[in-house]
């Protein structure tokens, strides 16, 4: 393996990291939960194709305790001893205030992998815990990747035409049909967001003008419309 892949292999690696991280932070930050019912959700935000096996997820979980992110307690129906010995009660994870705040920052200041492949299911499950000027970036930026994917494939279609059998030209052209309906599927949801009124973004070089100034200002012309008519008469 050459040192260019050696890095790159690296890198992947280290964003699935970064996404389970996110995923098990985010999933007990709504409840805490052991660790069978962690995977099985975990299972389920990830993806049938990216099943989470527990040499994955425990190693994980390890690294979250030791920055003191997660900690470990016993269920309540738990806290006494169970009466046969070899019987272990089971551990249940749950968030601490740092892990709170880590998981915070992780979906208020996401990178530009948050719309990878890899990374954007997972920023995306969690979009209700997701500032609106975020929801965007990360939309937005999914979108422009997509196009550029899109793009490239078109143009690697059209050179190789004349070469490939048309299997191989149906199965590229199937991919590109589920590019485009994903670019579509993300377009309406950035017009949505944007015509949101919960989710409005003021343009920062034309802001609003506060409403509390608008009866002082309407006060303003109503005393100079007075004098005015004083004047005349």
């Known amino acids: 393996m050459t040192q260019s892949a050696a890095e790159g292999t690296e890198k992947r690696m280290a964003r699935r990291t970064d996404v389970l991280e996110l995923a098990v932070l985010g ?6 939960m052991h660790g069978y019912e962690l995977r099985k959700r975990l299972n389920v ?15 994980c979980l390890k690294s979250l ?27 249940v994870y749950e968030l601490t205030a740092e ?11 996401p990178g530009p992998a948050a719309w990878e492949d890899e990374s954007f299911d997972v920023h995306f499950a969690f979009f209700a815990r997701t500032d609106a000027a975020t929801r965007l970036q990360i939309l ?11 793009e490239g494939a078109r143009q690697s279609m059209a050179r190789a035409r004349e070469r490939r059998d048309s299997y191989t030209l149906e ?5 590109l049909e589920s590019v485009e309906r994903e670019v579509r599927w993300l377009s309406d949801l950035i017009d ?7 989710t409005h973004l003021e343009d920062p070089d034309h802001p609003r003008r506060p409403a509390t100034n608008a009866p002082a200002r309407t006060n303003d012309r109503r005393a100079e419309g007075d004098q005015e008519r004083r004047r005349t008469e």
């Open 27 to 32: 999933l007990l930050h709504e409840t805490p």
């Open 45 to 59: 935000l990830l993806g049938p194709f990216r099943a989470l096996s527990y040499g994955t997820l425990y190693p």
């Open 65 to 91: 305790l030791g920055r003191g992110w997660i900690r470990e307690t016993a269920p309540a129906e738990e806290t006494v001893p169970p009466p046969l010995a070899g019987r272990r009660a089971r551990i």
């Open 99 to 109: 892990g709170k705040e880590r998981f915070q920052s992780l979906v208020k200041h």
């Open 140 to 150: 937005e930026g999914r979108r422009t990747r997509l196009q550029e994917r899109l």
């Open 171 to 175: 199965l590229q052209r199937h991919g």
């Open 192 to 198: 949505t967001e944007r015509a949101s009124n919960m």
